[in-house]
């Protein structure tokens, strides 16, 4: 099959034997549609540690061809999605629901194998079930909306006011996703905000002089929720961020169940934040789009059914 693999410090298209089954409660699926993000372009430039050789990808959706005998809830043929982050099973933040906190925490195409790819194999616990009314292309969108929805669980009042800063899609999906769930006083980034105004900033973005100017942002006492995975440290002012008692909310996830509902809710619009498909071939074409332009997601297509 043909696979998109960082091999040391250099990412190529390869034709490699398709995965097999190594254990009983493995999935393999065919990819019809995956998703390249920051994270992607983070671990082929070598910014992100990752393992020496592997498939890169992780938002992705696809159809079940083999279904190892101990996996459950989940058939042959069957459209999916995958959750690509796992935990270790049994620590105390993997019993609660939380592998992304897993001290031993490791993300499909960061850690092994991932998406872009005509096959992968996943542990069938991620593998999440799709309606007939998603097509594989917004399943693949599942990944980034979950990261998104983590903005519910920062603990902010839907009531107070608050920025989302960055003029990037995630910014926007952040943005548009916080309104559908009652968040009336948010504001995307657009134009000079006065200083001291808002209870809370979201952000996207972490060059040190936005962070700089999101904390002259906030009013004293307020939250800076942090949310991007960038690979380079945040920057943060302790002369603005102590004297105004700002608070740091880090949030990571929402629940992958919820962001695929989302997709299928006729009051969230998202659309127009997807990008066209390509095949694996325009890998460095899809790349440079990606770095050069973040106002769409960009996909690889690798079935001809990928955006039904
Ligand atoms: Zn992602
Ligand atoms: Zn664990």
Redesign the pocket.
């Known amino acids: 099959m043909k696979a998109l693999i960082k091999d040391g410090a250099e990412v190529r298209l390869r034709e490699v034997d398709p995965p097999a089954l190594s254990r009983p409660d493995q999935v393999r699926i065919r990819v019809a549609a995956a998703g390249l993000c920051r994270t992607d372009l983070y671990v082929a430039e070598g910014l992100l540690p990752s393992s020496s050789r592997l498939v890169l990808g992780h938002e992705f959706a696809g159809t079940v061809t083999e279904v190892g005998p101990e996996v459950v809830g989940v058939g042959m043929h069957q459209r999916v999605a995958v959750f690509p982050w796992m ?5 105390r ?2 019993e609660g629901g939380h ?1 992304t906190a ?1 001290p ?1 925490r490791r993300m499909l195409g960061v850690h092994q194998d991932g998406a872009f790819a005509e096959e992968i194999v996943v542990p069938g616990r991620l593998v999440y079930p799709l309606p007939d009314s998603t097509s594989f292309r917004a399943a693949a969108y599942a990944e980034p909306v979950a990261a998104s929805l983590a903005i519910l669980r920062a603990g902010l009042n839907p009531h107070s006011r608050g920025l989302v800063y960055g003029r990037n899609r995630i910014a926007e999906l952040t943005y548009r996703l916080m309104r559908l769930h009652g968040f009336s006083r948010v504001e995307l980034l657009k134009e000079q905000k006065e200083e001291c105004s808002f209870d809370y900033v979201v952000e996207t973005v972490t060059h040190p002089e936005d962070v700089a100017r999101m904390l002259r942002l906030l009013r004293p006492g307020g939250t800076l929720v942090v949310k991007s995975r960038h690979p380079r440290p945040l920057q943060l002012d302790l002369q603005q961020l102590v004297p105004k008692e700002i608070r740091l909310a880090a949030v990571n996830y929402g629940d992958f169940q919820q962001s695929l509902d989302l997709l299928r809710n006729p009051q969230f619009h998202y659309e127009d934040l997807l990008g066209v498909g390509h095949p694996l071939e325009d890998w460095r074409l899809l790349f440079e789009e990606a770095r050069r332009d973040e106002s769409t997601k960009s996909f690889f297509r690798l079935s001809d059914v990928w955006d039904r």
């Open positions: 935990g270790c099973g049994e620590c933040w993997c592998q897993c031993q």
